[in-house]
Structure formats: structure tokens, C-alpha cells
């Protein structure tokens, strides 16, 4: 039973929204299981961003809930029919008509409950999500409840409705009662998925997965499934000893988005080209430049490439406003350097690496950007050779992927991926270099990267492990971390 841990529900929702994405590609008339409260949140929002997106479907697919507060009226702000439809109907391409929530004010209990089992049972279910009480229920099976059971009202325990209380605005209206689908249920169905997360889930986590099967448990049973995945947070996961854990990616690749970036640290930039910054990793800058100190140290004047008509000093000038002004818009902070070996030819003076080195021990970084080793272009291994000459050991280098230098298979563990309003912000930051775009389009050549990046890593990490990355965003930017 794989349990994976991811480093935040974040990306734990990712691989679950991954996982669900894949089951409706491999059947689009797949039948859900689906639960509601605080857990599933973040995933069906990433839903609704997968279908916004274009990337996923729900037109043929059919949804159950696994249960319902009873004697709420539908319309309730805290009824599951509400919930549902707020978070994830609402924004999706579903038919109403293959929505299924139980009702909260069945007339005959016993025979809606009967009939509620027989659709589920006849629709079979495909993929069942659940979330975990902390006193171990599942649905609304609460402890005591048999393994056997089908749908059934349930008596809910104090536990659950004082967890329950926060969403109500006083004690007194928590329902006492639900009506839910059975442990019996859950088990039948073909895939399972439990998402669990934050401290106050981990001592129940290590219950339900680490000892033996019990109904004082209820979620406990779920170790006799043959096909489930448990997903958890770091903080859920903390009480687990026996199992065996796996990190969210098995490849080793490790993925970013604007949710898990380095907080609070000095970032130093080395650009070959007063360009090169925004080029190759303008989306990753500008967010990292919201919470850390982040220094564009550009390398060359870069005056070859500026307009040939007007003189070098005007030329430089040229490119350097250019750097302020995209410097403005990543929110970094640009440092020339000027370097020598740019018009002396292939050695690196010695005053080049003095000026470098003197400006690292000021700085004093925590991550360096530099090119990377297989970047073929002359100024840009330069560049690599006068930062790691000037660069402190025992720093996190972030290798970055340029497109004279693509990454080879395997020869990046890094991903950033982002949205499409951060490569509008790349795009206009490689176009504060108008002398550089009116010649090249290098705001083309980013975009197609980074999206082309998107898809085809997708397509490597699909074939070779049979797991979809975890990414939902439509492009990336690729990195190579090692330590210095
Ligand atoms: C709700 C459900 C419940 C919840 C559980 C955890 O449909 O089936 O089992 O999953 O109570 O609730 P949260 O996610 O709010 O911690």
C-alpha cells in the first residue's frame, strides 16, 4: 500500500487531482466517490484549474457523495449538497443529472438509504476519495461501525460534531445525524485515494495504517484494499514508523510551484547577458523576489548584440537601462559587472573573478543561479567558470536550462512550473530588452520552451514510471540543484 508524503497539502492535492485526472483519461465515463470538508479544498480546486485549463473532463463522468447531515435543508450554507456545488459543480462541465448527493431529508430512511446503495452498486464505483475523521471515521462511519455495513443513517459522535462545530456558527445547529455510505461500500470500490492532513490527523494516520484492523478504527480497514493510495502532508505523516514512505515524485524530480519556494534567503543571479535572467528563468525570479533578497549579477555588457549602428558606450548604456527596467519588473536587484573576458577572448582575467568573489563576500548568498555545465555558449560557460571562481561552498546551485543550452534526458531534478499570468510577466520582462527582441524573438523562444517543457516531461515521467508529474500549470522552467 503505497503512502506517500508529500511536503505540504499542496502538492499532496496535486498528486491526488494527478491521479483522478488519470482515471477519467483512461474511462471519461468514470464513477466517483467523493467526499466533502476542509481535505478535499485544495484538490477540487486544482480540479476546476485542470478543466479551465482544457486538461480534464468531467463530461461523461458521474459522482457520488459518500454522505450528507441529515435534516439540513439542501439549500443550507453547510450542507454537502452546498459544499459540493461551491467547490468543484459549479466550476466543472459535470450534467447535473450524473450528480449524486444523498438528500438530507429522505422521507422513508431506510428504504432511501437502500436505494441510495443500489445506484452506487450498479454504477460501480471506479475511484472513491475519502478524508479521515480524527477518530478514524471515513464517510460518516463512525467508530463501532461494522466492516459490513452499506448505507445507513449514522449517529455522529461527539468528537465528530465538535469537529464539525467550526463550520456552524454555534454548537447547538451541528447535526447529530448523517446519512452515509458504508465501510462495505468504500471497499468495493476499484481504486481508493485517502487524502489526510495536519498534526491533528497524524496520531489516527498511525492507528489506521500501522495496527491491526479494527472497527474501532473504521478507516482501518482500508489495509485490506488491494488498490489504495494514501496521501499525506508532513505533519500527518509524523507519527508513522513501520511504513514505508514515498516522496509525491518517484522520479526524483522535484517540483516547485509559488506555494513551496525558498523563503527569506539572498539569491544571487549570475546572467551572462543583461538578458539571460529573464530569458531563462524570468517566472522562477519574480517569484522568489516576493519573499527573498534576490541579486541579478549580470556578467557582460552584452554590447555586441545591441543595435550595430550607434558607439560601444552608447550600446551598453543601451543594454543596461534595458536590465533596470526588466530588473524592475522580476523585482531584483541588477549589479553589473562588467566583466573583461568578454571583449579579451576565452581566459577569464584574474580582475574578473577579484570583482566577482569581492561581491559574493559581500552578499554572502544562500543560492546561486548560474548557467548550466552543457550550455554551449561561449559567454554563458564564461559565466558558469567566474561564478563558481567567486562562489562561497556549501550553497544550493541552481543550474538553469538556457535555449542554447537545453537540458539532456535526466540532466535536470528540478521543475518550476507556473501560470500564465507569471509567463506574462516573463514575456514582458525579456521584452524590457527591446534591443534584443527586435532582432530575435527571444520572447517566442521562452514561451515555446517553457510550455514544450510542460508537455514532454509529462510525457518522459508518464512512460518511464507510469506516474503522471504533478504538475497542473502550463509551463515550466527547468533546474539542475546541487550542492556547491
Ligand atoms: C465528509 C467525510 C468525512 C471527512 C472527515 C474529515 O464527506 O466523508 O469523513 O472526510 O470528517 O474532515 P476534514 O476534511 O474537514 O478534516
Redesign the pocket.
Known sequence: MPIIVAPDPEIASRHAASLIRRAIAQKPNASLL????????ILYKLLTDKVAGGYLTFAHAQTY????YLDLPQQHAQS?YT?MWKHLFDKIDIKKSNVHIPSSQPKNHQAYCQKYEKKIQKAGIDLAV?????NG?????EPGTSFDSTTHIANLTTS?TK??AR?FSSSAEVPHQAI?VGLATIMRAKKIIL????A??AGVIQKAFEEPPTTEVPASILQNHKDITVILDQESAARLRKTKLYPPVLSGIKLYSRFNLPRGKKIVFFSPHPDDASICSGALLKSLSKNNKVYEIIATTGHRAANHGRGKQQRIKLRETEARQEAKILGTKPIFLRSKFYDNGDELPETDMKKARDLMKKINPDIAFVPNKSDPHPTHAMTRKLALAALPHDISLWSFESPWGPFGHHRFNAVFEFSNSLMSAKLAAIRAHASQTERTPFDEAAHSIAHFRRITIAEQLFSELGQEPLATQPHLELYQITKW
Open positions: 467523493l467526499p466533502t470538508g476542509s481535505t478535499p479544498e457523495n459518500l454522505d450528507e454537502y459544499f475519502l478524508g479521515l475523521g480524527q471515521h471515513i464517510g460518516f462511519n465528530t469537529a464539525n463550520f452515509t487524502l489526510a492532513f495536519g491533528n490527523k
